[in-house]
């Protein structure tokens, strides 16, 4: 009886293990602790966030987050990282400058991803963009984790105040990437600082 009791519990004590999903419906929306404002067209899903995002970060999520999401970085303050790091790590993401050039900041997104142990990362073009009422750079590229499955990526940043403001795409290229990217640059463009 107390064996049949035992595993009838079992799913409740691992439902309270499973992280906890948060709907964003369509419209305006603030994100990154409140930082800005984006209005996507269609509901997104909030990754629960764990030790290994900063307190500036929010990820969303349409078909889980293997296969894409859309981050948020919001006011990241200079001299802090993009990325959890911790002191005694070998390689470490340079930090953040409020006069880092374009170059830079394509190097510090490069920097991200290969302190997580992409060895295969390319940088395809850095460009101009309008981003929060002004101009920002738009870093576009691709790389292979360590589970062989090639990602694309778009990466909007922009300097205001000594602050960084980003917004990252990140799909697997074969089709989440694609799809995601017309909602991606609504967000960017509807973007604005809160008031």
């Keep these: 009886m107390n064996t049949r009791i035992l595993i009838a519990l079992i799913p409740v004590f691992l439902a309270g ?3 906890t999903y948060t709907l964003k419906k369509a419209g305006p929306t603030t994100v990154a602790n409140g930082a800005f404002t984006v209005q996507p ?3 997104w899903n909030v ?19 293997l296969l894409d999401t859309v981050a948020f970085l919001g006011g990241l303050p200079e001299g ?6 911790k002191k005694k790590d070998e390689q470490r993401v340079p930090l953040f400058r409020a006069n880092m050039s374009p170059e830079d900041l394509a190097s510090m997104v490069e920097a991200s991803y290969r302190t997580r142990g992409v060895t295969v990362f390319n ?24 589970n062989g499955i090639t990602k694309n990526g778009d990466c909007v940043l922009r300097i205001i105040d000594k ?7 990140e799909g697997v290229s074969s089709h989440y990437y694609a799809a ?16």
Excluded at 80 to 85: C, E, G, L, N, P
Excluded at 125 to 138: A, K, N, Q, T, Y
């Design 123 to 146: 940088v395809e073009s850095v460009d101009p963009v309008e981003f929060l009422g002004g101009p920002g750079i738009r870093v576009r590229f691709n790389y292979a984790p360590s």
């Design 17 to 19: 293990c499973v992280p």
């Design 80 to 85: 802090k990282s993009v990325v959890v790091q």
């Design 41 to 43: 067209t269609s509901a």
């Design 163 to 169: 602050k960084l403001y980003v917004m990252k795409l």
């Design 180 to 195: 995601a990217m017309p909602e991606f640059d609504l967000l960017v463009t509807t973007a604005s600082l809160k008031k």
């Design 47 to 65: 990754v629960p966030k764990d030790v290994s995002r900063t307190e500036w970060e929010e990820v969303w999520t349409q078909n889980g987050p």
